[in-house]
């Protein structure tokens, strides 16, 4: 690795990501078990010794060993001393973990109101009507400063609006009550997928994604995904929304020596597979702008096919280990994978494709002018921090050190939708019943004043009492 550049391998050249290209994005395809985490690892490792922070999944649990030191092995420092590696020793890396469920790392939390209406109707999986609807609710919300903060908000906001439809149909348009109904039971859905761990507060702050050590090294975020990836929608939908957040918050920066980020959507098909083309215009459009924010986004998957064209087309960093060609559809897959390569006088990348072992890969990645490099049959370099899971002591201990483990340990609660509403609803109720108790008393009064309509004052002196208790009652 040299000063700004990242060695990833070599073939007959050394293959570098240089950093000033980083935020054009990349991609890491293969087939499982040709190397794709290892790849992943050795790319998370050299932005972190170049000081930029890094966010990916950890689905296998595997990656969590970057924030241990490998083991003495000459066969992996001979490996290093061959692609031309001459420091290579076991190093661990400044790691932070986070999990939605709060149970193998930080609590990484986002409100109803930050992921938005369009979000979350994708995790519901909403029909487009049921998606307006659910858009109407978020500007009630909005116009009558009701907070949405975590699910209990959006429920009762439902509920009020079932209760309320020809109010709300006034202002905002008819809704039908059989859509709210569908709506409060896709959210009991979302619920019993354990949903109601990741809304709430204290909501991640972006900032805390981008800090790096007193020595200058990034820190790693690796979010504990064994179980998220459980839940795919979910797993899915918080990626784009925190990718969403940072292209919405940060800053421009343009094209900078470094980026400031490098994030990982590992198992990136999750995010694509029966997507409405809205939310695939929508990644897009973050994909093509974010780079000017200062993020590079790599997208790991098993085929290029699974990354629609118009995003594969944004991804200039390319790795591409072996995939095997065993049907129509697999030989299709290797077909369109070399033709996003520059090609390399003497090798057909087709054929190569098929032939790469454990730990090789075509390589190619953006070169001065931005243009793509030949592409390059490579060895991949070794990773420096273990190559596996830790045990639960060692992800204590980690957890422990870190800067933020006081700051997003306890749930707050404030003040939101659920509680004004429930209010309301306590407040109506109360008048309710005060009015019924009125009404007795009216009715009780009215006979009074009938009986002594038999004279003229007594006439006058009902008219007067009627008056003064329909006025009393108006006035409530």
Known sequence: MTSHNILIGKGEQPCFLEGRYANRHGLIAGATGTGKTVTLQVLAEGFSCLGIPVFLADIKGDLAGLAQAGTENPKLAERAAALGVTDFSPQAYPVVFWDV???????????????????????????????????????????QGLLLLDLKDLRALITHATENTAALGKDYGTVSKQTLGILQRELLELEQQGAEHFFGEPALQLDDLLRSTLDGRGHINILAADQLFLKPALYAIFLLWLLSELYENLPERGDAALPIL????????????????????????????????????????????DIPEAILGQLGNRVQHALRAFTPKDQKAVKAAAETFRAKPGLDVATVISELGVGEALVSTLIEGGFPSPVERARICPPRSRMGAITPEERQAVMQRSPYRERYTELVERESAYERLSARAGSSVAKAGLGDELQGFLEKAAKSAMNAASSELGRKLGKQLLRGLLGSLNKR
């Open 262 to 305: 490098a994030f990982f959507f590992d198992e990136a098909h999750l995010l694509f597979d029966g997507a409405p083309k809205v939310l695939v215009d929508k990644v897009e459009q973050v994909v093509r702008l974010i780079r000017s924010k200062g993020v590079g986004i790599y997208f790991i998957t098993q085929n290029p096919l």
């Open 101 to 143: 469920f709060g149970e193998q790392g930080h609590p990484v939390r986002a409100t109803i109101s930050d992921m938005g209406p369009l979000l979350l109707s994708r995790l519901m999986d909403l029909s487009d009507i049921q998606q307006s609807v659910l858009t109407l609710l978020f500007k009630y919300a909005d116009d």
